[in-house]
């Protein structure tokens, strides 16, 4: 979409179809050009001057329709479509998409294993909460998990409501092989901000870079 005006992605916005499926290729094209499989597939805002209730319904039908399209058009390229909820209470209050729930069930009525959760712990732990059997229940659905503490949004040992090592741990009894996205804003530079993965790491027997101490 345009950012400038005010608008956050297009796949659940009427009218709006034709700039998506431009938009959507465009992505395609940059994402192939530098190998990467999948896609967050922003669904936006509900129009200004709107009751969310009142186009809910539109909104919805409209993004089933578009993610259809997305699936098909990904399939050629052996990407994944990604759908991430964003919370309404702090970031956005106009955002559609919102939880976890409201995206497993809009999956479902899609019905492509190519389309997949983006789970931001932070935006889920805001509206939600239950971290640990959300993870549980959705892990079939998740294809790439997000993580900030709450509620500053900053690296996961700032001081918050979030236990990022019980997370971790938690992600790997699941069986989790993805990557773990740091989308936060580090409170120093982004080296000084990658400190707390050092520090995990050695809590785990493991040297820079994730490699095991007893490995080498």
Same mark, same amino acid.
């Given at each position: 979409g345009d950012p400038e005006a005010g608008e956050l992605g297009l796949a659940a916005v009427p009218g709006r179809q034709a700039a998506f499926r431009q938009g959507l290729e465009a992505a395609v094209h940059y994402a192939r050009a530098v190998g990467c499989p999948r896609i967050h597939v922003m669904a %936006?805002?509900? $129009?200004?001057? =709107?009751d969310?209730?009142?186009?809910? %319904?539109?909104? /919805? =039908? =409209?993004? !089933? /329709?578009? *993610?259809?399209?997305?699936?098909? *058009?990904?399939?050629?390229?052996?990407? !994944? %479509?990604?759908? /991430? $909820? !964003?919370?309404?209470r702090i970031t956005d209050p106009r955002y559609y998409l919102n939880t976890p729930h409201q995206a497993a069930a809009i999956l479902e009525k899609v019905g492509r294993p190519n389309l997949k959760l983006q789970l931001d712990l932070f935006h889920c732990q805001i509206m939600d909460g239950n971290v640990s059997r959300n993870l549980e229940m959705y892990f079939p659905l998740i294809g790439h998990i997000q993580i900030a503490q709450v509620p500053g949004r900053h690296e996961p040992d700032s001081p918050g409501e979030l236990n990022f090592p019980y997370i971790f741990e938690l992600l790997e009894s699941l069986g989790y092989t993805g990557y773990v996205g740091c989308e936060y804003a580090p409170k120093g530079d982004t080296l000084e901000g990658l400190g707390w993965l050092r520090s995990y790491w050695e809590s785990r027997g493991l040297q820079h870079g994730g490699t095991s101490k007893a490995a080498k």
């Open positions: %936006g805002r509900v $129009p200004l001057g =709107t969310r209730a009142a186009v809910a %319904g539109e909104m /919805e =039908t =409209t993004f !089933i /329709e578009n *993610l259809r399209y997305t699936a098909d *058009l990904l399939s050629q390229e052996d990407m !994944i %479509g990604l759908l /991430e $909820p !964003i919370n309404n």
